[in-house]
């Protein structure tokens, strides 16, 4: 594993800030066309040097190069080219229908950037959530300063060059450093702060910025139940939640973090999950190159303790040498157990049973609002039931993670697992004011609004009754 990176950036924060503010007032970062050159170029940078982000994110935890494709760099160019393609027309004055009470006029909403925009980022998917927020408040004419995460060095110094190479820091700056260098980045004033990470630093970042009313976007976490009913296709089910719970060694905001399966399906589901593990990593897990690590030793003793006392049905060895913790099952673990208190973050999958819908709904509502929430089901009205019943920022029936692969919807959470949305369209709007312009005609200046009043009152109602 790389090392972490310093606390402090070695940079002037206020300095960099200042003449961020500058060359956002000269109006550079609003001509259109050279947002969409600059976005092709940072393409063709990222497309240039793929190789080199696998490398990155094998030194950071072992990702496997065929996840990093998968899950980072493809989804960035994917969103790139969309970005590029769409932009021109994202950014005109979309006109809207005008309304009876003003006319006569043509009504638009102009998308117009917010200035100075801040990107956190955790450590978990660096690349991609780094450059993907990045994207959209390019796209939108912002400038940006990101921070990715001190976790991840190797990706984090990668992505600092890239942006080098295609944006002044006056522009886009990747500013390196660890808490210390969050905290001194939240005590100066932004346009908008674009945080992705835990609730608990989604919480101090909510307050820092708060004093100044600087929107945001909050990304973070939760514990993303994954039901599964009796009329599921147990075997699929299996390969599926196995591919999305230990992709990234099970370090991913939205992978299920329990099942709650149909007591009468649980050892049949089991059993396939231990089939699937088996045919994903081999028998020997730990030589498999398809495995990541967990990041860090820190978060690795975590998830160690969370076995602790735990009944486990598969998996459950650790090694500290190179933080491997096995793909693991847990057997019903207690409510007021930590791996069923906190998120887990990692390769530990408990699994919880239920007799009837009164028993899924005292888990669930047991937890405040998770980032995502699975039912596998062909009974389509239980899932729909579900589907509709539950808050949770978005999800998938009949899989898992993968309501993330489509720009068209926006992803995020609800309640503490976050809010805001964003990814294609979506992005770019979170990143611009929309202003509302009535623009009036002045061949006609209807007098029904003004005062005196007197007499007006019934042709008021009969009008506005018309709207
Ligand atoms: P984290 O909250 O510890 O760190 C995220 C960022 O915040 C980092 O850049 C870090 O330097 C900074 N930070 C940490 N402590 C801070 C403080 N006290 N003040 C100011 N800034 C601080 O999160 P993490 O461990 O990097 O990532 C894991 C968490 O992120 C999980 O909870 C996961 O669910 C969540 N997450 C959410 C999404 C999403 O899209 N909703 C995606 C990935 C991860």
Redesign the pocket.
């Known amino acids: 594993m790389a090392e972490e990176i310093e606390n402090i950036a070695a940079v002037d924060i206020p300095q960099l800030l200042s003449a961020q503010n500058a060359f956002f007032e000269t109006g550079k970062t609003l001509d259109v066309a050279e947002r969409i050159s600059k976005l092709k170029t940072l393409k063709k940078v990222i497309e240039s040097r793929e190789k080199e982000i696998a490398a990155a994110l094998f030194a950071d935890f072992r990702k496997p190069e065929f996840e990093t494709y998968a899950t980072e760099t493809a989804l960035i160019l994917s969103e790139l080219k969309y970005t590029i393609r769409k932009l021109k027309k994202w950014a005109k004055p979309q006109k809207v229908k005008s309304t009876f009470l003003n006319f006569p006029s043509k009504d638009y909403m102009y998308s117009q950037p917010y200035g100075k925009v801040l990107v956190?980022?955790?450590?978990?998917?660096p690349f991609q959530?780094s450059v993907s927020p990045a994207i959209g408040a390019l796209a939108a004419g912002n400038t940006v300063v990101i921070?990715?995460?001190?976790?991840a060095p190797a990706t984090s110094q990668l992505t600092k060059e890239i942006f080098a190479e295609v944006y002044p820091e006056v522009h886009c700056a990747v500013i390196m450093g660890?808490?210390e260098?969050?905290?001194e980045l939240?005590k100066q004033k932004w346009d908008y702060v674009f945080?992705?990470?835990?609730?608990?630093?989604?919480r101090?970042?909510a307050k820092a910025i708060a004093p100044n009313l600087t929107p945001s976007t909050l990304?973070?976490?939760?514990k993303n139940p994954c039901i599964i009913h009796d009329s599921a296709k147990i075997s699929l089910a299996a390969k599926r939640i196995v591919w999305g719970k230990f992709i990234n060694a099970g370090q991913t905001?939205i992978s299920p973090d329990y099942i709650l399966i149909d007591k009468r399906k649980k050892t049949e589901f089991t059993e396939a999950v231990k089939k699937e593990i088996k045919a994903a990593f081999g028998e020997e897990i730990k030589k498999s190159p398809d495995y990541a690590r967990i990041i860090n030793k820190k978060n690795f003793e975590r998830l160690q303790a969370m076995l602790e006392g735990q009944t486990i049905i598969t998996g459950g060895e650790t090694a500290p040498v190179d933080n491997y913790i096995a793909p693991t099952l847990l057997n019903e673990p207690s409510l007021e157990s930590t791996v069923m208190q906190d998120?887990i973050?990692g390769p530990i999958l408990p699994v919880l049973t239920y007799s009837d819908e009164t028993e899924i709904e005292k888990i669930i509502s047991h937890y405040p609002d998770p980032?995502a929430l699975y039912v596998f089901a062909e009974d389509k009205d239980f899932s729909e039931k579900i589907l509709q019943k539950y808050h949770f920022g978005g999800g998938a029936t009949n899989d898992v993670v993968i309501h993330i692969a489509n720009k068209n919807l926006p992803?995020?959470?609800v309640g503490s697992?976050?809010y805001g949305g964003y990814h294609g369209k979506f992005s770019f709007d979170t990143f611009t004011h929309k202003k509302s312009i009535s623009k009036r005609a002045t061949w006609i200046d209807i007098p029904l609004r003004y005062a005196p009043y007197a007499g007006k009152l019934p042709l008021i109602k009969k009008v506005m009754k018309r709207l």
């Open positions: 956190l980022a955790p450590w978990n998917y959530l921070k990715p995460s001190e976790y660890g808490v260098t969050s905290e939240l945080f992705t990470g835990s609730v608990p630093v989604g101090i970042v990304e973070l976490g939760g905001c998120e973050f980032l992803f995020g959470g697992s976050g």
